[in-house]
């Protein structure tokens, strides 16, 4: 019977340790006054036109843990773009360096995250410059 039991746990512990979790996050800029697009090198970048005067970034996140912890990781926000300007009212979005992702243990064992970003962007503006 112990032994039946202990297999029973060690099998949970495995299917646990193995979680495997994703989300697309999806984010609207006003494309109004956007002069530059930072964005990360390390980190796969798509770019497609569309119609309209909005820049939407979707963010592909895919994580070897669990759901719940990938939903704080995103809430502390080291996944999401930010829009700022400077004194001339230029816009910028720029992305997180992504490397504090790379860098979080759960009882010893590193998460793996892998993140692609696919951003929309007017025709009306063309590519923006990226750094």
């Known amino acids: 019977m112990k032994l039946v039991i202990s297999l029973l746990l060690a099998l949970l512990a495995i299917s646990s340790a193995s979680a495997q979790s994703s989300k697309v996050i ?6 109004n006054n ?13 770019y ?12 592909s996140i895919k994580s070897s843990c669990k759901e ?5 990781i995103i809430a502390q926000g080291l996944t999401s773009p930010q829009y700022s300007s400077n004194e001339l009212g230029e816009g910028f979005i720029s992305f ?9 243990f759960i009882k010893g064992v590193q998460i793996e995250t892998n993140i ?13 410059a990226t750094k």
């Open 116 to 128: 692609k970003i696919i951003v929309y962007m007017p025709k009306s503006i063309g590519m923006l």
């Open 48 to 59: 497609k036109e569309i119609e309209g005067s909005r820049i939407i970034v979707e963010t």
């Open 34 to 46: 956007i002069e530059v697009l930072y964005t990360p090198s390390f980190v796969e970048v798509e």
């Open 68 to 72: 719940s912890t990938l939903d704080f």
């Open 26 to 31: 999806s984010q609207t800029f006003n494309a």
């Open 96 to 104: 997180p360096s992504y490397d504090k992702l790379q860098s979080i």
